[in-house]
């Protein structure tokens, strides 16, 4: 049944005229009848009963008249949640992040995406830089919230700064260096040393190792944790100390003091990650919002 034939007949049905529903139509008489008769033909029923002077519709038109109804109503709202999927309006937007990264600042982008597409389910998942490139690339995400991507991929993907951290010392309140600013990072190459794991950051871990040896020495390397939050626990329980991202001092890190490294420059971006092919319109949108932020979330990350 061809739409266009549907909605002659339920404005026939309305109007109980074929002179009525044509002038609705903006047709001629001719076509509106001609609809009705190909729909009779096709069903091979009688729709409706007509004399010069009355068209009265018959219980098969009826019963049609509900399904034919439902069927435009169905085909406005198909029409409707296409373009509103085309407007990134509705739909699944997955996101990934580093939790020490952006624990102060997520769930306020959240919000603040929600509150325009209140009709997109968003769902956040915490990941490691490595776990992160292996959903976009299998598209488990949508968006990463993570480190620089590894030169041999980074052409796939297209990425923003959204703020730039810095590397620091973490040591154990009773730690003779804990009342310090800032220390040289030759001043702890005796120290007992707790790394983020190699293959959840390689290049994290792998500049600590430069550093150190820039500084004179190779770390005492205790542990590599694989979470963050696990690393500062260690640091606060007197394991070691650490080097990392200024970002992990957001995470519960009671027992700790954060110091400054002299002489230490190395700048970690953090980042919002997505596929060159996306062509997604919530991830545009997402996208935008949070580089807007980028301002407010810079200043909240060096408080």
Do not use: W
């Amino acid at each position: 049944m061809d739409i266009k034939v549907l909605k002659s007949f339920i404005t026939v049905a309305k109007h109980k005229s074929f002179s009525e529903a044509a002038r609705e139509l903006h047709t001629v008489q001719p076509a509106i009848s001609r609809h009705i008769s190909a729909l009779e033909l096709e069903l091979g029923v009688v729709l409706f009963n007509r004399n010069s002077r009355d068209v009265a519709i018959t219980q098969a038109g009826e019963q049609l008249l509900k399904d034919a109804s439902a069927i435009l109503a169905l085909t406005e709202q198909a029409k409707t949640q296409a373009r509103r999927a085309h407007d990134g309006k509705v739909g699944r937007l997955n996101i990934a992040h580093l939790s020490a990264a952006c624990l102060s600042f997520m769930a306020s982008l959240v919000r603040t995406y929600k509150s325009q597409f209140p009709q997109v389910h968003v769902s956040l998942f915490e990941m490691t830089v490595t776990e992160q490139i292996e959903a976009l690339k299998n598209d488990k995400i949508d968006i990463g919230f993570s480190r620089q991507l590894p030169n041999a991929i980074a052409d796939e993907f297209i990425s923003h700064d959204i703020y730039i951290d810095k590397l620091v010392a973490i040591v154990n309140q009773s730690h003779k260096f804990a009342d310090k600013q800032s220390i040289n990072l030759a001043q702890l190459k005796k120290e007992p040393f707790i790394i983020f794991n190699r293959n959840e950051a390689l290049g994290l871990f792998d500049e600590t190792i430069i550093l150190c040896k820039q500084a004179g020495f190779s770390p005492n390397i205790i542990s590599q944790p694989k979470h963050m939050q696990t690393l500062v626990t260690e640091v606060a329980a007197g394991l070691g100390v650490a080097i990392a991202p200024y970002c992990v001092s957001k995470l519960y890190s009671e027992g700790c003091h954060f110091v400054a490294l002299d002489n230490v420059s190395t700048q970690i971006p953090l980042q919002i990650q997505y596929k060159q092919t996306s062509n997604n319109a919530r991830v545009d949108t997402f996208v935008d919002i949070a580089l807007k932020a980028k301002s407010a979330i810079q200043l909240s990350m060096l408080n």
